[in-house]
């Protein structure tokens, strides 16, 4: 039976590698959800700068459109600092990636090494059993050699010779 001495590396790689992409998964999530907050913001910025506009043709009071105007400065900060959360959340989900390229490049190797093992043991169990069946082949015609010597050697005393003179 093959056992693979590394086994043990290999489960905590693969395992390593399931964290990895975990990992991932939640960094992609954290993206997701800065991205729509970002998405979210930028609408309503579009919304209050809509309402800005609408008010300016309405007769305008200038306590709401300084008020409006408070509204977009805060809204044009908050892009800002969503926008800079969605660039951080796309560094982080590059370097998840990267980190999971490298488990996954990690568990490969050992992979191929214990494939490599594997057909090195299952090509060592071949020769062996050749060997063995060559020692049995060997056995068994040397046995059939012995039983047939005696045989051959009563049975040529009883036959004349061919030339006709006596022994």
């Known amino acids: 039976m093959f056992r693979f001495r590394l086994q043990r ?3 905590l790689r693969e395992q390593h590698e399931q964290a990895k992409a975990r990992e991932l998964a ?7 959800r800065a ?15 809509a309402q800005l506009h609408a008010a300016r043709g309405n007769g305008p009071r ?5 008020q409006l105007g408070t509204v977009l400065t805060a809204l044009d900060e908050r892009l800002v600092v969503a926008g800079d959360a969605v660039k951080e959340a796309d560094a982080e989900v590059r370097q998840a990636q990267e ?5 996954a490049r990690d568990r490969r190797v ?8 594997a057909d090195a043991w299952r090509s060592d169990e071949a020769q062996r059993d050749r060997t063995l069946m060559d020692e049995v082949a060997l056995m068994q015609f040397a046995r059939k050699q012995d039983q047939s010597a ?6 040529t005393e ?3 010779p061919r030339d006709g003179s006596t022994r």
């Open 110 to 117: 050992l992979d191929r090494l214990k494939s490599r093992h």
């Open 26 to 32: 939640s960094a992609r999530d954290a993206a997701d």
């Open 62 to 66: 200038i306590g709401h459109l300084t």
């Open 99 to 103: 980190l999971l390229e490298e488990a």
């Open 35 to 49: 991205a729509e907050a970002r998405l979210s913001l930028q609408t309503l910025r579009s919304d209050s700068e």
């Open 158 to 160: 009883n036959v004349p």
């Open 150 to 155: 005696p045989r051959s050697a009563d049975s």
């Open 9 to 11: 590396i290999l489960e």
